[in-house]
Nanobody, 121 residues
Framework: QVQLVESGGGLVQPGGSLRLSCAAS????????MGWYRQAPAKERELVAT???????TYTDSVKGRFTISRDNAKNTVYLQMNSLKPEDTAVYYC???????????????WGQGTQVTVSS
C-alpha cells in the first residue's frame, strides 16, 4: 500500500502563487508517473500536469507557462508550483502516482485526498 499526503492549498488573490506538495509513503518499490489533477464544482476531474521518473513533463494547455511540476525521487514527493493564478484555477487538486509494487507486477494508481485551491479577490 502507498499513502499520499497533500499540502499547500489555500486562498490566494488573482495573480498570486501557491505551491502544492504530495508525499508518498508506505511499501514503495518504484514510482513511475506522478501527476496533478483538479476538479472544479460541477465539472469533471481534469489532468493538470504529469512528470515521469526521468523528468519528462506534460501540461494541460490552460496552465502552460504558469504552472511547473517537479519531483524529488529521493523523497517520493511531487510538487506543483502555481504562478499567475486565475479564478478559473479554483478547484480541488489531487495528486496521482503510478506505483509499481515489484518487478513482476503491474502498476497501481493511487490518489491523494485532495487540497482546495481558491483564487479570489
Amino acid at each position: 500500500q502507498v499513502q499520499l499526503v497533500e499540502s499547500g492549498g489555500g486562498l490566494v488573490q488573482p495573480g498570486g502563487s501557491l505551491r502544492l506538495s504530495c508525499a508518498a509513503s508506505g511499501s514503495i518499490f518504484r514510482i513511475n508517473v506522478m501527476g496533478w489533477y483538479r476538479q472544479a464544482p460541477a465539472k469533471e476531474r481534469e489532468l493538470v500536469a504529469t512528470i515521469t521518473s526521468g523528468g519528462s513533463r506534460t501540461y494541460t494547455d490552460s496552465v502552460k507557462g504558469r504552472f511547473t511540476i517537479s519531483r524529488d525521487n529521493a523523497k517520493n514527493t511531487v510538487y506543483l508550483q502555481m504562478n499567475s493564478l486565475k479564478p478559473e484555477d479554483t478547484a480541488v487538486y489531487y495528486c496521482n502516482v503510478e506505483h509499481v509494487p515489484s518487478a513482476y507486477r503491474l502498476p497501481v494508481r493511487y490518489w491523494g485526498q485532495g487540497t482546495q485551491v481558491t483564487v479570489s479577490s
